[in-house]
């Protein structure tokens, strides 16, 4: 099984900024699509953003602008760069990676961090 690892979530200022990493157990090269999702109280897990294997992008209306996913092959980590950070912003982030084959297509998740915006 692949294994994601989130780091870099805490408290900050609204206006603030934060980055966020994922390391990944396997070559990131291996897996097809990574994204960042977050998840606030009652509510359902919405994509912020995702990269796929080929270096395509696609964010969530609310965070153009603002966050910036990025990757580093030679450390298997995926990075979500948040800025002009907002308390709506707050949630557990989860990371995702996405791993397609003929038949089915496997979905692996972190265990999240929490990022709260706050003054």
């Known amino acids: 099984q692949v294994q994601l690892v989130e780091s870099g979530g805490g408290l900050v200022q609204p206006g603030g900024s934060l980055r966020l990493s994922c390391a990944a157990s396997i070559s990131i090269l291996r897996l097809d699509a990574m994204g960042w999702y977050r998840q606030a109280p009652g509510k359902q897990r919405d994509l912020v953003a995702s990269?796929?294997?080929?270096?395509?992008?696609n964010y969530a209306d609310s965070m153009k602008g603002r966050f910036t996913i990025s990757r580093d092959n030679a450390k298997n980590t995926v990075y979500l760069q948040m800025n002009s950070l907002k308390p709506e912003d707050t949630a557990v982030y989860y990371c995702n990676a996405k791993v397609v084959h003929t038949v089915l297509d496997y979905d692996y998740w972190g265990q999240g961090t929490q990022v709260t915006v706050s003054s």
């Open positions: 990269i796929t294997s080929g270096g395509s992008t």
